[in-house]
Protein backbone atom coordinates (compact mmCIF):
# COMPACT_ATOMS: atom_id res chain seq x y z
CA UNK A 1 0.00 0.00 0.00
CA UNK A 2 1.30 3.68 -0.94
CA UNK A 3 1.49 6.50 1.58
CA UNK A 4 0.35 10.07 1.37
CA UNK A 5 2.40 12.41 3.98
CA UNK A 6 1.64 16.17 4.70
CA UNK A 7 2.23 18.74 7.84
CA UNK A 8 2.80 14.96 10.18
CA UNK A 9 -0.10 13.42 8.56
CA UNK A 10 0.08 9.96 7.18
CA UNK A 11 -3.18 9.28 4.50
CA UNK A 12 -4.01 5.91 3.07
CA UNK A 13 -4.14 5.77 -0.90
CA UNK A 14 -6.69 3.32 -2.49
CA UNK A 15 -8.57 2.40 -5.75
CA UNK A 16 -12.44 1.86 -6.23
CA UNK A 17 -12.79 -0.75 -9.18
CA UNK A 18 -16.55 0.34 -9.05
CA UNK A 19 -16.56 4.20 -8.23
CA UNK A 20 -13.60 4.26 -10.75
CA UNK A 21 -11.94 6.94 -8.42
CA UNK A 22 -9.10 7.24 -5.92
CA UNK A 23 -10.20 7.30 -2.44
CA UNK A 24 -8.11 7.19 1.36
CA UNK A 25 -8.53 8.74 5.16
CA UNK A 26 -5.86 10.28 7.33
CA UNK A 27 -4.58 7.48 9.74
CA UNK A 28 -4.34 7.43 13.12
CA UNK A 29 -6.66 10.03 14.49
CA UNK A 30 -8.51 9.25 17.12
CA UNK A 31 -11.28 11.75 16.97
CA UNK A 32 -11.31 12.95 13.56
CA UNK A 33 -12.16 12.13 10.45
CA UNK A 34 -10.61 13.12 7.36
CA UNK A 35 -11.86 11.58 4.17
CA UNK A 36 -10.63 12.62 0.49
CA UNK A 37 -11.07 11.11 -3.54
CA UNK A 38 -9.71 12.12 -6.76
CA UNK A 39 -10.36 10.90 -10.27
CA UNK A 40 -6.52 10.27 -10.47
CA UNK A 41 -3.05 10.38 -7.87
CA UNK A 42 -2.87 14.15 -8.53
CA UNK A 43 -6.66 14.75 -7.46
CA UNK A 44 -6.24 12.57 -4.19
CA UNK A 45 -3.15 14.21 -3.55
CA UNK A 46 -4.67 17.58 -3.93
CA UNK A 47 -8.14 17.00 -1.56
CA UNK A 48 -5.43 15.23 0.88
CA UNK A 49 -3.41 18.35 1.46
CA UNK A 50 -6.78 20.71 1.16
CA UNK A 51 -8.14 18.07 3.54
CA UNK A 52 -5.32 18.27 6.27
CA UNK A 53 -5.63 22.45 5.49
CA UNK A 54 -8.98 22.73 6.05
CA UNK A 55 -8.73 20.80 9.33
CA UNK A 56 -6.03 22.23 10.56
CA UNK A 57 -7.66 25.78 9.99
CA UNK A 58 -11.20 24.65 11.96
CA UNK A 59 -9.14 23.41 14.82
CA UNK A 60 -7.03 26.75 14.64
CA UNK A 61 -10.73 28.80 14.29
CA UNK A 62 -12.08 26.67 17.49
CA UNK A 63 -9.45 27.24 19.90
CA UNK A 64 -8.00 23.41 19.94
CA UNK A 65 -5.03 21.72 19.27
CA UNK A 66 -5.05 19.43 15.79
CA UNK A 67 -4.58 15.68 16.44
CA UNK A 68 -1.45 14.23 14.65
CA UNK A 69 -1.62 10.95 12.69
CA UNK A 70 1.07 9.35 15.46
CA UNK A 71 1.82 10.87 18.36
CA UNK A 72 4.79 8.60 19.12
CA UNK A 73 2.86 7.01 22.15
CA UNK A 74 1.91 2.86 21.72
CA UNK A 75 -0.79 2.71 24.81
CA UNK A 76 -2.06 -1.00 24.23
CA UNK A 77 0.72 -3.22 23.97
CA UNK A 78 -0.20 -5.92 26.45
CA UNK A 79 3.39 -8.19 27.22
CA UNK A 80 4.07 -11.26 29.38
CA UNK A 81 5.18 -9.84 33.06
CA UNK A 82 8.26 -11.91 32.84
CA UNK A 83 9.02 -9.76 29.60
CA UNK A 84 8.42 -6.78 31.47
CA UNK A 85 10.35 -7.37 33.75
CA UNK A 86 13.11 -8.76 32.11
CA UNK A 87 13.25 -5.36 29.76
CA UNK A 88 13.34 -3.21 32.71
CA UNK A 89 16.02 -5.14 34.20
CA UNK A 90 18.48 -4.47 30.63
CA UNK A 91 17.36 -1.01 30.71
CA UNK A 92 18.49 -0.50 34.61
CA UNK A 93 22.19 -2.62 34.18
CA UNK A 94 22.37 0.07 30.63
CA UNK A 95 21.68 3.35 31.59
CA UNK A 96 18.77 3.76 29.30
CA UNK A 97 14.58 3.67 29.71
CA UNK A 98 12.16 0.62 29.12
CA UNK A 99 11.02 3.13 26.01
CA UNK A 100 14.26 3.96 24.64
CA UNK A 101 15.13 0.21 24.86
CA UNK A 102 11.53 -0.98 23.13
CA UNK A 103 12.33 1.80 20.70
CA UNK A 104 15.40 0.31 19.40
CA UNK A 105 14.14 -3.59 19.23
CA UNK A 106 11.34 -2.03 17.14
CA UNK A 107 13.92 -0.26 14.25
CA UNK A 108 16.31 -3.29 14.46
CA UNK A 109 13.12 -5.36 13.63
CA UNK A 110 12.05 -2.88 10.82
CA UNK A 111 15.75 -2.77 9.51
CA UNK A 112 15.53 -6.74 9.15
CA UNK A 113 12.16 -5.82 6.88
CA UNK A 114 13.06 -3.26 4.62
Request: net charge negative; hydrophobic share 30%; with cysteine.
Amino acid sequence: MEYLHHKGYTGSVEYSEGDKCFHGKILGLKNSLILYEGNSLDELEEDFKDGIEYYLECCQSRGINPEKSYNGVLNDIHIPIETHSRIAMYAENHGTSISAFVCDAIERRLELVN
